[in-house]
């Protein structure tokens, strides 16, 4: 009990301490700048069992419930999108397919940008696209496995855009402090 008491000081103390976070500052090493960007995800193709699932299809709502479904589901927040490392495209990715997903390679070559990634539950995904100081637009073509009801698993093929513009400069709140920024 004093255990969980101490973890949750620490935790509120390390969140106010957020609060007071210096400005963020742009990595010259990331292609996309520092800003407010606008994001969008959706899946534009999906195939399960040997054969494609129509967006309208109830099997669609049930493989990919914790998908916000509507494209242009604009996703807006301050912060610089890891399209080097790879970290925005594992998010968007996770948010997608089933299971948290991270990244195991990640590739440059000017603004070309490439990887491959792995998903809890088996599914792998790879992802190539193009980056920019104000753009990013990358398609992720993922492996998945399903665990089904009856205790079986079912495999297909997801494909997700990601495309995100810069809108603008980060707005601050205060002289000191921006706005909570989403993972971006």
């Not at 753009?135 to 073509?141: A, H, I, R, S, W």
């Amino acid at each position: 009990m004093m255990m969980r008491l101490a973890v949750l000081v620490v935790g509120l103390a390390l969140s106010l301490a957020g609060c007071s976070e210096e400005p963020k500052v742009d990595d010259p090493a990331n292609a996309p700048q520092l800003g407010q960007w606008g994001v969008n995800y959706h899946i534009t193709n999906v195939s399960l069992g040997g054969g494609t699932v129509h967006r309208s299809s109830s099997e669609f709502s049930r493989a990919f419930r914790k998908l916000d479904l509507n494209p242009g589901n604009g996703k807006n927040g301050c912060g610089e999108p890891d399209m080097t490392g790879g970290t925005a495209i594992a998010r968007y990715t996770s948010y997608s397919v089933p299971g948290n997903c991270t990244i195991k390679t990640a590739k440059r070559n000017g603004y070309s940008i490439r990887g491959t990634g792995e998903c809890d539950g088996g599914g792998t995904f790879q992802y190539r696209g193009k980056d920019g100081p104000g753009f990013f637009d990358v398609k992720v073509y993922a492996y998945i496995k399903r665990l089904q009801d009856d205790g079986s698993t079912d495999s297909g093929n997801v494909t997700i855009n990601i495309e995100g513009r810069r809108e603008g400069e980060c707005v601050p709140v205060s002289s000191s402090t921006y706005s909570s920024a989403r993972e971006i």
